[in-house]
């Protein structure tokens, strides 16, 4: 577990010593650039605008309305923040206009998919390591799976588990779960085969049968390679959830947001979804690393 | 005493590699009876490894006998019956000390409460009484390989074999590790196969000293020694250890072991 000596001094000392510097840095370039972009990107409809209106304009209006316009080409921040603050903070999160219950009902298929793809990925990461027959014959297959968009395989899965009578938290979870199992079965298989020699012979020394060895060793040693591949697996489990939300015409979730957002051209309304959306991510990978340090430092990890 | 636990008559092993095969162990015949302390010494590719693993079925003989106490070396491991040392300790590293020594009493089954003081008492044999939940990092490389040592000691077997298990450290931690060794040994009574390259430290641990030579890996000499059993280091100052010394390094010289 990596342990981080906290800064002392004044504030503005902690704040150019700690991360909240170059964080803000980048952050006050991105909005810069966004800002300059959405003049940029809007401005040729709000000149078509006011020259239809016959208003003699300056480039302060120009950039004033180019900011503020209701159904802009690149929405500006602070149009994007208000939607977020009234879609979250002002709104019931029982609502079907709060962002939150969006996040909710996205969040759920992706955490329930991760874990189908995690019992998934270890389960034929166990098999590859143990069956050398499974090697050959599954792991083309695996890596093939990958190589097929997902935006190709989603309506298929959404049509055949909906005929089935899976509708809803389902069939999203199985897209999350195509696309997370991957990086969990090369992670494992990875993990799973890192005992050195030594440490394998000493387990023959002592007659430990397959099973001891595989309890005792061979999965204590991939949960550094377990962790590696599940940051990558939840932040695309994600991914497949929100694409699932999109051939459906789901009423709820990010995707429907992005979807319906796309529908009637409010574009204020899908880059407040981008926003919640990476939001959850952010937070899931975030989830996924604390649970890595505290396993870590259970296990008695170097600090 | 003189009841024998390893008997390997013509023992012959050749791995194949990809250009010329290697001849590891050339007709290998060697007797070790309960209660010895053997050391098999020799310069590096000699086989006395080899002859370990061997012995402890981690390799198996192209060809010849080899039986360890009365059976088979794969019944003898089935059996458990010897602890081995490796050359690093090979703690596993997201286990605190204890729970590595308990390691192999969890693998025979014993319940958590007879793991935990039998793992106590070795951990208190070799002197690590206080650092039972520390984690491996946290000792130094001695004391890593003093806590290999219980690990080996703690399901009780007859045989201890060890590979060079204090070669990667000081010699001052080396000596230290020796004497403690030896007062150990003396108090159990095990029969000790003890790999090693360094001259005095074969002397000042065996009854008996097993010189081996390389290409192919074969024993040139097999001797006897008859040393007091209570010695400590200032034993290696006497005649008596020099006369011993002198010989391993004559036996050595014959087999060519000193030429380029």
């Known amino acids: 577990m990596t342990t981080r000596v906290a800064p002392s001094g004044t504030l503005g000392q902690r704040i150019y010593a700690g991360r909240a510097f170059p964080v803000s840095v980048i952050l006050t370039l991105v909005l810069i650039a966004w800002y300059a972009g959405a003049v940029y990107l809007n401005a040729p409809q709000v000149i078509e605008k006011f020259e239809r209106a016959k208003i003699d304009w300056t480039v302060g209006q120009l950039i004033d309305a180019s900011w503020s316009m209701g159904r802009p080409v690149l929405p500006s921040p602070h149009q994007v923040a208000i939607e977020l603050y009234k879609t979250t903070v002002l709104k019931n999160v029982t ?127 991939s949960v550094p390679f377990l962790f590696t591949s599940l940051k990558v697996a939840v932040a695309i489990s994600l991914v497949g959830a929100i694409v699932g939300e999109l051939p459906t015409g789901a009423q709820a979730g990010i995707g429907a947001r992005l979807l319906s957002g796309s529908y009637y051209g409010q574009t204020v309304q899908i880059w407040s979804a981008l926003v919640v959306a990476s939001v959850l991510g952010m937070v899931l990978v975030y989830a996924v690393g604390l649970t890595e340090r505290i396993v870590a430092s259970r296990m008695g990890q170097r600090p | 005493m003189s009841e024998p636990i390893i008997n390997a008559e013509k023992l012959n092993l050749v791995f194949e590699t990809a250009d010329v095969p290697v001849h590891a162990l050339s007709d290998v015949d060697l007797q070790i009876n309960k209660g010895d302390f053997v050391s098999l010494i020799g310069p590096s590719g000699c086989g006395k490894t080899t002859l370990l693993r061997v012995i402890a079925d981690l390799e198996k003989p192209t060809s010849g006998k080899i039986d360890v106490a009365g059976v088979s070396p794969e019944k003898a491991r ?19 000390i204890i729970r590595n020594v308990t390691l192999p009493l969890e693998l025979m089954g014993l319940s958590r409460r007879d793991c935990q003081q039998r793992a106590k008492e070795h951990l208190g044999l070799v002197g690590l009484e206080g650092f039972e939940n520390k984690f491996p990092w946290q000792l130094s490389g001695g004391m890593q390989q003093r806590a290999s040592i219980a690990r080996a000691l703690c399901f009780e077997p007859e045989l201890m074999l060890m590979d060079e298990p204090f070669g990667a450290l000081d010699e001052i931690t080396r000596d230290h590790l020796n004497e403690q060794f030896l007062r150990l040994w003396g108090s159990t009574g095990k029969t000790v196969v003890f790999v090693t390259h360094s001259i005095s430290e074969a ?48 036996a050595l010289r014959e087999g060519h072991s000193y030429d380029d």
């Not at chain 1, 991760?114 to 050959?136: D, N, R, S």
């Not at chain 1, 395989?153 to 089935?164: D, R, T």
């Not at chain 2, 024993?219 to 391993?248: C, G, M, S, W």
Request: net charge positive; with cysteine.
């Open chain 1, 95 to 221: 609502s079907k206009r709060s962002l939150i219950f969006h996040a909710y009902v996205t969040g759920s298929s992706t955490l329930l998919g991760f874990a189908m793809g995690i019992v998934l990925g270890i389960f034929l990461a166990v098999g590859i390591v143990h069956v050398q027959t499974l090697e050959k014959s599954l792991l083309p297959w695996i890596i093939a799976s990958q190589t097929v968009p997902i935006l190709a395989i989603a309506p298929m899965v959404i049509i055949i588990l909906g005929n089935m009578g899976y509708t809803g938290l389902l069939p999203k979870a199985i897209i999350s779960m195509y696309l997370c199992f991957f990086p969990v079965v090369i992670g494992m298989v990875k993990g799973l085969r890192s005992p050195d020699p030594l440490q394998l012979d000493l387990m023959r020394t002592y007659s430990a049968t397959p099973a001891q060895v595989f309890w005792k060793l061979r999965l204590a040693s």
């Open chain 2, 78 to 96: 089935l059996n458990r019956l010897y602890g081995y040392c490796f050359q690093a300790p090979v703690l596993y590293p997201w286990r605190s």
């Open chain 2, 203 to 250: 002397v000042f641990l065996s009854t008996k000293i097993v010189v081996m030579s390389p290409r192919p890996g074969r024993i040139l000499k097999v001797i006897d020694t008859d040393l007091p059993p209570d010695r400590t280091l200032d034993f290696r100052d006497t005649a008596k250890f020099q006369e011993i010394a002198h010989d391993v390094r004559m």
